[in-house]
Nanobody, 125 residues
Framework: QVQLVESGGGLVQAGGSLRLSCAAS????????AGWFRRAPGKEREFVAAISWGGGSTHIADSVKGRFTISRDKAKNTVYLQMNSLKPEDTAVYYCAAPRRAFFMTLVQNDYAYWGQGTQVTVSS
């Protein structure tokens, strides 16, 4: 089992920045891809970013490319989502997730078995 706990959400003005953290415990998180997803009000949950187990490969959704970056600190078992130039349309609950299968890169939500509780990000205009 893997437990994931997000933090760092909050209220920010448009153009501002936030850094989300996802602290993992349990099974060997270092062998798992880590992903960030978000659910905006009235919308389906969508992919935001993913990083491979070693950190050498990252994928960013087109909607946030150039503004968001994903990274991980293996020593701290923590994954980060740095969000810059935030827009009101980035308002959502952000979730950290990991697939069950080790050494497996995927951007597909259904492949992710472990989920955090989510952290709210609100961007005011």
């Amino acid at each position: 089992q893997v437990q994931l706990v997000e933090s760092g959400g909050g209220l920010v003005q448009a153009g501002g920045s936030l850094r989300l953290s996802c602290a993992a415990s349990g099974r060997t998180f270092s062998s798992l891809t880590a992903g960030w997803f978000r659910r905006a009000p009235g919308k389906e949950r969508e992919f935001v970013a993913a990083i491979s187990w070693g950190g050498g490969s990252t994928h960013i959704a087109d909607s946030v490319k150039g503004r968001f970056t994903i990274s991980r600190d293996k020593a701290k078992n923590t994954v980060y989502l740095q969000m810059n130039s935030l827009k009101p349309e980035d308002t959502a609950v952000y979730y950290c997730a990991a697939p069950r299968r080790a050494f497996f890169m995927t951007l597909v939500q259904n492949d992710y078995a472990y989920w955090g509780q989510g952290t709210q990000v609100t961007v005011s205009s």
